[in-house]
Each structure stands twice: as structure tokens, then as C-alpha cells.
């Protein structure tokens, strides 16, 4: 029972039609359904040939819709489908469970689970088979053993990495790494408001990785943080805290040095791929023209080197001719790389940590 064969979606959003794609190629049938008709056939046509229109008694049904659409559909779900698993898939934990509680579905029938993935633009053709891959998805103990094993496998077939954790942990966890980055993205990119365009033209990277998360969907925001807002306004008063005892030490030059210093250290606690330890890499720039084929050729020298790039920027003004690539790599790659690519006649700079 634990091998999951059959999934029903409910909701065609970015994570619902993510799922589909991801289980696509690993022979599961799916049948996903959306309230919205033209979302419906977007995520269907996605999904192509492995969808079905109806899937009798599918082994899992998912709830990838807003928490609070959940209660709306739980019992009409619940009497078409009685033998299955359900989950869902929202951005609290408490709440959907009280949900549960106050339905006709069985508490021993459910998972309430969570990716810990996403993008800033929502809907199904932001959708993404890979969304998952190696990143955290959270489940909530209390049901049946062989259901939560059947929500495991579902969570490793799509690549993510299975996490326990209880739903009152869960809403506090997240309130912390997602929810309150959420708002102070967005207050930061708040502050661009009336102020002069010739001075936004500067921004660099910085400011844009700063303010990424703030291109994000405000009527679905709008729930989230309202529904984990007890948890949230902890964080900002903890945060209010520290703005305020920034400003008024603004004037004392080794309290600034701190907070940076502070910052940088609590930054290391982010953990690195997979949920290892953050590897510290090592950062090789390579100065590129800008003509067609010039990133695909860097990319061959590395397959060709058989080195792993973890991570890359690319910094390029208009009107410029030239860009500056710049490589994330282990010490040791880095060393060979470069050794590689200077001999073979590319514009390398001296690697930094």
C-alpha cells in the first residue's frame, strides 16, 4: 500500500500541476480537477497524456488549493474517494487540521503536508517537474502508518526530501524562514516607491536578490500571513527590536560593524544542498563576449573538466560588450578549472572565497 500508483489533484495551481509533472515520468496515473475551467485544461494540456479525467479511488487525493478554500471541499472529496489518503500541501499547518477535525474526514485518513518550495509567480504555467528537487517536505505525524508511508513515497518520487515535524512547530518554523522574509522583502521593495528612476537604474544584485520574494501574489500573501499572524507578529516586534536599537545607535560606528557581523554569522546557519552543511565555495570570475554561444562553450569546458558548478551570476550593462560570469565552485574545481581555462586562452580572474 505504501507504493503510490494513483493521485487525484485539487487545484491546478503552480504546486498542484508541479506535482502532475513531477510524477509524470515516474508512471503514476493523475487526474487533476480546478474550480476555474480554463485552469483546469491549462494543467491538463501540461500534463498531456498521463492525466486522466477521473481516477476511481485513487490511492492519494491532494488538496493543492488556499488553506482556507480547504474546508469548502473536504466532505464532497471525502464521500467521492473513502478509502484514500489525503494531504495537503498549504503554508500552515493548525489550521488545516482543525479543518479536518470539523469534517467528515477521518484524522487517521489525513497528512497535512507542506513543500518547502515555490516561485515568486504562481499559476500553472510557472509550473515546474523539478520544483521539489532537493528541497524539504514537511509532513505532520498522527495518521495512519501505512498512509504516512504512502505520503513518503509520494514525497520522494518527486525528489523532495521527507521531513517530520508536528503542525504547531511547523507554523512557528515557518513563520521564521518564509513568512517574515515575505514582509521584509516586501517593505524593503516598498521603499523604491516616488523615488527618483535615475537612482533605482542603479541597483544591482544586491537589492534584486534582496527584494526577489516581493514579486510575489499579494492575494495569496494576504492569507498566509493572516493566518499565521500570531506566530508572524512575534518575529516582527523581535525585528521592530532591532530597527530600533539600529537607529538610535546610528552614530556609533562599532555597533554598526556588529549588526553586519551579527548578520553575516546567523547567515551561516542556512544550511547548503540537501540539508548539509553550507559548503563555503570558492568564486571564479570570467569575463565573456557578449556574442551568441559564449555561455554554452564555458559550460562545455566545465563538463569537459568534469567540474560541478553549484551556482553562477552573470553581470552584464546595456551597451556593453563584454559580461562578467561568475562561478561557484569547490576550492579545488575552481583551481582546476581556471589552470583549464587560462591555458585555453579565456579572460579568468583570480578566484576569491
Not at 510524477?23 to 500534463?47: C, E, H, N, P, Y
Not at 522574509?181 to 521603499?191: C, D, F, G, I, N
Not at 555597533?255 to 547567515?267: H, P, S, T, Y
Request: proline share 5%; hydrophobic share 40%.
Amino acid at each position: 500500500m505504501s507504493s503510490v500508483s494513483s493521485v487525484r489533484i485539487v487545484g491546478g495551481g503552480l504546486i498542484g500541476t508541479s506535482i502532475a509533472l513531477g510524477l509524470s515520468g515516474a508512471g503514476v496515473r493523475i487526474s487533476i480537477i480546478d474550480s476555474d475551467l480554463a485552469v483546469q485544461k491549462l494543467a491538463r494540456d501540461l500534463i498531456g497524456d498521463v492525466g486522466d479525467s477521473q481516477i476511481n479511488s485513487p490511492d492519494l487525493v491532494i488538496f493543492a488549493l488556499p488553506t482556507q478554500l480547504l474546508s469548502l471541499v473536504i466532505n464532497s472529496e471525502y464521500k467521492l474517494n473513502p478509502n484514500s489518503t489525503f494531504i495537503d500541501i498549504g503554508s500552515i499547518k493548525v489550521q488545516p487540521l482543525l479543518d479536518v477535525k470539523n469534517s467528515e474526514l477521518p484524522l487517521s485518513q489525513f497528512v497535512p503536508t507542506h513543500p518547502m518550495a515555490g516561485r515568486e509567480i504562481g499559476g500553472a504555467s510557472s509550473a515546474r517537474g523539478d520544483l521539489f528537487q532537493g528541497r524539504p517536505w514537511i509532513y505532520c505525524p498522527g495518521a495512519q502508518k501505512e498512509r504516512i508511508a504512502q505520503v513518503v513515497d509520494l514525497i520522494q518520487k518527486l525528489g523532495a526530501a521527507p521531513v517530520e515535524l508536528n503542525a504547531e512547530d511547523h507554523d512557528k518554523a515557518v513563520a521564521l524562514v518564509s513568512h517574515l522574509p515575505q514582509l521584509v522583502a516586501s517593505l524593503l521593495a516598498k521603499q523604491l516607491s516616488g523615488k527618483k528612476q535615475e537612482w533605482i537604474d542603479l541597483s544591482g544584485p544586491g537589492l534584486r536578490d534582496s527584494i526577489r520574494i516581493a514579486g510575489s501574489d499579494e492575494n495569496l500573501w494576504q492569507e498566509i500571513i493572516f493566518s499565521n499572524r500570531s506566530e508572524i507578529k512575534t518575529l516582527l516586534i523581535n525585528l521592530e527590536s532591532d530597527l530600533t536599537d539600529l537607529i538610535s545607535k546610528i552614530e556609533d560606528k562599532e555597533n554598526i560593524r556588529r549588526v553586519i557581523e551579527q548578520g553575516r554569522k546567523a547567515r551561516s546557519l542556512i544550511p547548503g544542498k540537501h540539508g548539509g552543511k553550507a559548503r563555503d565555495y570558492t568564486y571564479l570570475p570570467i569575463v565573456i563576449d557578449d556574442k551568441p554561444g559564449q555561455l554554452g562553450a564555458l559550460f562545455n569546458e566545465c563538463g569537459a573538466m568534469s567540474v560541478n558548478v553549484e551556482d553562477l551570476s552573470i553581470e552584464h550593462s546595456p551597451g556593453q560588450f563584454s559580461a562578467l560570469i561568475t562561478l561557484a565552485l569547490s576550492q579545488s574545481d575552481a583551481k582546476k578549472l581556471s589552470d583549464h581555462l587560462i591555458a585555453a586562452g579565456w579572460n579568468v580572474h583570480p578566484p576569491r572565497n
